[in-house]
T-cell receptor
Framework: GAGVSQSPSNKVTEKGKDVELRCDPISGHTALYWYRQRLGQGLEFLIYFQGNSAPDKSGLPSDRFSAERTGESVSTLTIQRTQQEDSAVYLC???????????FGSGTRLTVV | AQTVTQSQPEMSVQEAETVTLSCTYDTSESDYYLFWYKQPPSRQMILVIRQEAYKQQNATENRFSVNFQKAAKSFSLKISDSQLGDAAMYFCAYDSNSGYALNFGKGTSLLVTP
C-alpha cells in the first residue's frame, strides 16, 4: 500500500492478557519506529529498527514489551500480561532513510480493562 | 538526550489570521534536523515541515513557514491564513544526525475559530 498500515485500529483486552500489534511499513523504507501516546500526552519512543542492524530497544518500558521485525518488512509489537497503564495509542512510523522524516500509521488504540 | 519544549499547551486563532507556535530545544550538536508534525482528531500524524540545521534559509510549505534561530535553539511554526482544517495538535521534533529516533515535544493544541 501507499502508506503505513497498522492493525488492529482498536483493541480492547482484559488485564493480564497478551496482545500483538502489527505494523506494515511503506515498501523500501529501511527504518521503522514504535511510539506510545497516552491520552492527551506527547509521543514516547519505544523501539527503532534500522535495516538488519540490532534494534534500539532503549525506550521499552519493561520486559513485558517486545518487538520484532523481519528484514525491512512487517513489525509486531507484543505486550505480555497487559496492565491498565498500557492503555494508549501505539503509533508506528517508517522512514525512507536517515533524517527524511517519518510517515506514520493511524495507530492502534489499546484499552486494557 | 536532547529535550524539546513547547511552552504553549493551547493556542487559538481566528480563521484567516496568522498564528505562531513556539518550540525550543536543547542540544550540543551542530548538525541535526527539526520537524513539525500535525495530529488532527483522526490521530494520523502528518509531516508539516522539515528544516535542516545547516541551512540558514527558513523552510516553507505553502501557508506554513518556520522561524529557525539556531543560536537561540528556537524553531517556531507560523501558520498564515488559518483554516478550520488546521485545528489539530502540533508537535515539534528533533532529529539527531547520530541515528537516534525523533524526540518530540509535548505538543500544542491549536483551535481555529470561525
Amino acid at each position: 500500500g501507499a502508506g503505513v498500515s497498522q492493525s488492529p485500529s482498536n483493541k480492547v483486552t482484559e488485564k493480564g492478557k497478551d496482545v500483538e500489534l502489527r505494523c506494515d511499513p511503506i515498501s523500501g523504507h529501511t527504518a521503522l519506529y514504535w511510539y506510545r501516546q497516552r491520552l492527551g500526552q506527547g509521543l514516547e519512543f519505544l523501539i527503532y529498527f534500522q535495516g538488519n542492524s540490532a534494534p534500539d530497544k532503549s525506550g521499552l518500558p519493561s520486559d513485558r514489551f517486545s518487538a520484532e521485525r523481519t528484514g525491512e518488512s512487517v513489525s509486531t509489537l507484543t505486550i505480555q500480561r497487559t496492565q491498565q497503564e498500557d492503555s494508549a495509542v501505539y503509533l508506528c512510523a517508517s522512514e525512507l532513510g536517515a533524517n527524511y522524516g517519518y510517515t506514520f500509521g493511524s495507530g492502534t488504540r489499546l484499552t486494557v480493562v | 538526550a536532547q529535550t524539546v519544549t513547547q511552552s504553549q499547551p493551547e493556542m487559538s486563532v481566528q480563521e484567516a489570521e496568522t498564528v505562531t507556535l513556539s518550540c525550543t530545544y536543547d542540544t550540543s550538536e551542530s548538525d541535526y534536523y527539526l520537524f513539525w508534525y500535525k495530529q488532527p482528531p483522526s490521530r494520523q500524524m502528518i509531516l508539516v515541515i522539515r528544516q535542516e540545521a545547516y541551512k540558514q534559509q527558513n523552510a516553507t510549505e505553502n501557508r506554513f513557514s518556520v522561524n529557525f534561530q539556531k543560536a537561540a535553539k528556537s524553531f517556531s511554526l507560523k501558520i498564515s491564513d488559518s483554516q478550520l482544517g488546521d485545528a489539530a495538535m502540533y508537535f515539534c521534533a528533533y532529529d539527531s544526525n547520530s541515528g537516534y529516533a525523533l524526540n518530540f515535544g509535548k505538543g500544542t493544541s491549536l483551535l481555529v475559530t470561525p
